[in-house]
T-cell receptor, first 116, second 116 residues
Framework: KAGVTQTPRYLIKTRGQQVTLSCSPISGHRSVSWYQQTPGQGLQFLFEYFSETQRNKGNFPGRFSGRQFSNSRSEMNVSTLELGDSALYLC???????????????FGNGTRLTVT | AQKITQTQPGMFVQEKEAVTLDCTYDTSDPSYGLFWYKQPSSGEMIFLIYQGSYDQQNATEGRYSLNFQKARKSANLVISASQLGDSAMYFCAMREGLNQGGKLIFGQGTELSVKP
């Protein structure tokens, strides 16, 4: 069974630009969550999508948005990039958004975004 | 207040020895799950082990075991017979309550280095 696939692996963008990251969950998983990882703030939850609807949201500005397609693939978009948006962005999948508290998330390899 | 605290930024262990990575948590929800993830330099988050708040016994998974002390709110990871490939960042995470699906709260991590 293929794992969570994130593309691209690396991105370099300039301040003010926007960027779109893609995530394909494990086959059969319908929930996709996004996390931002930085050396200063660590791993922080961005949002979760299930059935093409955002089900949960972290404490990030509106420049960070996402969507999910009918095949459960998800994209996240960051508009008007700032230097502080440089981070590893991790996507994780699970069966559904009501996963019992004992089911782990399965993560992809991440997209490393550098904003210059 | 930090929900997940990992007090050891870095640790060294000799190959073939056991090592304990500390994790304390803070929650008022009676239902929660605790997870440990390994993150090699490649960036992928690898799920290691899980402990539920209602579990009576400590979780074990191969060379990994979780020393769960509920009253002290600690969930330490024990790695037995360390291997060179165990060198990585280790994160403790918590899912609070039911229906939180894809939202995990992570600690700051512990960087483990295994010496030959």
């Amino acid at each position: 069974k293929a794992g969570v696939t994130q593309t691209p692996r690396y991105l370099i963008k300039t301040r003010g630009q926007q960027v779109t990251l893609s995530c394909s969950p494990i086959s059969g998983h319908r929930s996709v969550s996004w996390y931002q990882q930085t050396p200063g703030q660590g791993l922080q939850f961005l949002f979760e999508y299930f059935s093409e609807t955002q089900r949960n949201k972290g404490n990030f500005p509106g420049r960070f948005s996402g969507r999910q397609f009918s095949n459960s693939r998800s994209e996240m978009n960051v508009s008007t990039l700032e230097l502080g948006d440089s981070a590893l962005y991790l996507c994780a999948s699970s069966l559904d958004h009501l996963s019992s508290y004992n089911s782990p998330l399965h993560f992809g390899n991440g997209t490393r975004l550098t904003v210059t | 207040a930090q929900k997940i605290t990992q007090t050891q930024p870095g640790m060294f262990v000799q190959e073939k020895e056991a090592v304990t990575l500390d994790c304390t948590y803070d929650t008022s929800d009676p239902s929660y799950g605790l997870f440990w993830y390994k993150q090699p330099s490649s960036g992928e988050m690898i799920f290691l082990i899980y402990q539920g708040s209602y579990d009576q016994q400590n979780a074990t998974e191969g060379r990994y075991s979780l020393n769960f002390q509920k009253a002290r709110k600690s969930a330490n990871l024990v790695i037995s017979a360390s291997q060179l490939g165990d060198s990585a960042m280790y994160f403790c995470a918590m899912r609070e309550g039911l229906n939180q699906g894809g939202k995990l709260i992570f600690g700051q991590g512990t960087e483990l280095s295994v010496k030959p």
